[in-house]
C-alpha cells in the first residue's frame, strides 16, 4: 500500500498534467478566482441590514467552524447573505483533524468531492495538484490527515470566510419576535450578545452531546482512563499496559497510537465474537440516497439506520494492519467489559471472558445525544422533540441512538413537542450528524456535505426572503434603474387611409 505522506511529499514541485489547472497554489486561486467570477459568487447581499438594542441583527449564526460549518457559511455567503461563524478552537484548529483526530489519513475515499460546492477548484484534488502535480495524486492512496486541516485552512482563505475563533457560544435564545438571542464568551472571557435572525448548529460528530462511556467508567480516576475523543497525550501511555474498549475506526486509531508511543501491551476488548466486515451504508452510496432519505415515509428511514447500526461499520483496513503489525497488540474477540476498579496502581477490569489488569483504559465507544452536554442548548432541550417522542418502534426494531435523535423537519428546523410552546425554535437549524434518521447524511460527513450545504442555505435564503416579502416588494416599486431613455426612437403617426384608386 502507498504511504500518502511519502507519495505527496516525493512528488513536490511536480507538473501538474490535468487540463484547466496550472501548478502551484497562486495559479489556482487565480482559477478559482475566475470561476467564482463566471458564476457570479458570490451575490450580493440582499436582505436589509436590521438592528436590535444597537447591534446589528445577523441574517445567520453558524455555531462551529468546522467542515461543517465552513462548507455551510461558503454557501451562504454565496447566495448573498450575511453570516457570523463561530468556533471556540484557535485558528486553524477547528473540528478534530489537527486535534484529537488519530488516523493517519481520512477514512473517505479521495475522489469524493467534498465541500467544493460543486466548483472543481475548490475540491481538494485541485488543492493537491496545484501542490504536488497530478502523478502524486494518481499514486495517493488515501489523503493524509493533515494535509485534509492544512485544505480547510486554505478553503477558509480563499473563500474569505470570518470565523470569530476562541469564542464560545454559552446560551441559545429564540425569541417570539423573530430573532434569536445568543450570548458567546471571547477569549479573554468577555461576555457579549449577538443577534440573529436564524441560527445554525453546527457541531461535528458530537452533534447535541458528546462522548459516551458506561456509568462505571466515571467513577474510576481521570488519571486512568479517557474516551477517544479527548485532548490525551498518548506519550504517557509508554510503557503502560492500555486497554481500547471497541474495534471501530477510532478504537484502531487510538490503539495504533498508544503503541506508536511506547505502549507496553495495547489489548482490543472487543464485545462482538468477530469484527465487521462490510460498510453496508457504501452500498446505498448515490445521488438518490443523498437526496432521497428525507423523502422517506417514517418507517423507511427508521428501518435503513437501524439497519447500518445494527451492522455496524468496519474500521479501515489500513488502520486495523497498523494495528496488527505490533507484536504486542492482542485482538480479544467476544470480550465485553463489564466494570473496573482501581487496584492499587492498576485497573482491575471485569469482562465477559474473565478478568485483565490493566494500566490505562481508552473508551472508543463513540457519541452520544445527550442535551445535558450541551448547556448552550438548555433553553431549547426541554422543547425539542425527538423521534424517541412521537415514535412507535416496530418489534426487533428498538434502538436507542435513534431514540434521542431530533425529529427535524423539512427546513432542518427543531421542532416542539406536543404541548410545548416555544416560539422561534424552529429558527434553530441542526447541521450535524444527529440529523442523519430525519435528512439523510447531508449534515456531518465528507460525501455529501456539499449537498447538504447548498440544500439549507437554499432553504436559509428562501426563508429569510419570505419573511420580508412587504421589504423586497416596496425595493421592486422604487427600483427606477431604465434601461432605455426614450431617444432610442422618433414617434411617428399611423398613415392616412387612402380609398382612392389610381
Not at 489556482?28 to 458570490?42: F, G, I, N, S, V
Not at 425569541?175 to 457541531?203: C, F, H, N, S
Amino acid at each position: 500500500m502507498t504511504n500518502p505522506g511519502d507519495a505527496s511529499a516525493s512528488n513536490t514541485g511536480g507538473t501538474s498534467t490535468l487540463a484547466g489547472i496550472a501548478p502551484g497554489l497562486t495559479a489556482l486561486e487565480a482559477r478559482l478566482a475566475w470561476e467564482l467570477a463566471a458564476l457570479q459568487l458570490p451575490a450580493a447581499r440582499w436582505t436589509p441590514e436590521l438592528q436590535h438594542a444597537g447591534q446589528s441583527v445577523a441574517d445567520v449564526v453558524i455555531i462551529g467552524a468546522g467542515m461543517s460549518g465552513l462548507t455551510l457559511g461558503a454557501a451562504l455567503k454565496h447566495r448573498g447573505l450575511q453570516v457570523d461563524l463561530y468556533d471556540e478552537s484557535p485558528e486553524g484548529f477547528e473540528g478534530p483533524w489537527a486535534t484529537t483526530a488519530r488516523m493517519e489519513t481520512l477514512r473517505s475515499p479521495k475522489q469524493l468531492t467534498g465541500p467544493a460546492l460543486g466548483i472543481p477548484s475548490l475540491s481538494f484534488r485541485a488543492w493537491f495538484e496545484a501542490q504536488w502535480g497530478a502523478a502524486a495524486w494518481e499514486v495517493l492512496d488515501k489523503i493524509p490527515r493533515l494535509h485534509w486541516m492544512d485544505y480547510l485552512r486554505w478553503y477558509r482563505r480563499v473563500l474569505g470566510i470570518e470565523v470569530h475563533n476562541r469564542h464560545r457560544v454559552t446560551d441559545v435564545w429564540p425569541q417570539p419576535d423573530g430573532r434569536v438571542k445568543l450570548r458567546i464568551e471571547d477569549a479573554q472571557g468577555v461576555v457579549l450578545e449577538r443577534w440573529a435572525r436564524r441560527v445554525v448548529v453546527a457541531t461535528g460528530r458530537a452533534g447535541l452531546g458528546g462522548a459516551w462511556v458506561p456509568d462505571w467508567a466515571r467513577q474510576l480516576p481521570p488519571a486512568h482512563w479517557a474516551h477517544s475523543s479527548d485532548h490525551h497525550d498518548y506519550n504517557t501511555l509508554k510503557g503502560l499496559r492500555v486497554g481500547v474498549v471497541g474495534a471501530g475506526a477510532s478504537a484502531m486509531d487510538s490503539a495504533a497510537t498508544a503503541l506508536e508511543a511506547g505502549a507496553a501491551r495495547v489489548h482490543l476488548l472487543i464485545r462482538r465474537a468477530d469484527i465487521p466486515r462490510i460498510n453496508k451504508g457504501k452500498g446505498a452510496g448515490n445521488p438518490g440516497f443523498v437526496h432521497g432519505h428525507g423523502r422517506l415515509p417514517d418507517a423507511w428511514k427508521w428501518r435503513i439506520r437501524h439497519y447500518i447500526n445494527v451492522q455496524q461499520v468496519p474500521p479501515p483496513r489500513g488502520s486495523t494492519l497498523r494495528v496488527s503489525q505490533h507484536p504486542n497488540a492482542f485482538f480479544h474477540l467476544g470480550c465485553a467489559v463489564q466494570g473496573a476498579q482501581q487496584h492499587g496502581a492498576a485497573l482491575q477490569v471485569s469482562t465477559s471472558a474473565g478478568p485483565i489488569e490493566l494500566d490505562f483504559l481508552i473508551f472508543a465507544t463513540g457519541f452520544v445525544v445527550d442535551w445535558a452536554q450541551r448547556p448552550m442548548l438548555r433553553h431549547l432541550a426541554p422543547h425539542a422533540r425527538t423521534w424517541g417522542d412521537r415514535w412507535q418502534v416496530e418489534p426487533g426494531q428498538e434502538d436507542a441512538e435513534l431514540l434521542a435523535c431530533p425529529d427535524l423537519g423539512g427546513n432542518f428546523e427543531f421542532q416542539a413537542k406536543a404541548g410545548h410552546d416555544c416560539p422561534g425554535l424552529d429558527r434553530i437549524h441542526c447541521f450535524n450528524y444527529p440529523a442523519a434518521l430525519s435528512l439523510g447524511v447531508i449534515t456531518g460527513d465528507i460525501p455529501a456535505i456539499s449537498e447538504g450545504a447548498l440544500r439549507l442555505a437554499t432553504t436559509l435564503a428562501g426563508l429569510l426572503w419570505a419573511e420580508d416579502i412587504e421589504h423586497h416588494f416596496e425595493r421592486m416599486q422604487a427600483f427606477a434603474e431604465p434601461e432605455v431613455f426614450g431617444d432610442e426612437w422618433v414617434a411617428s403617426p399611423l398613415p392616412r387611409s387612402d380609398s382612392s384608386k389610381d
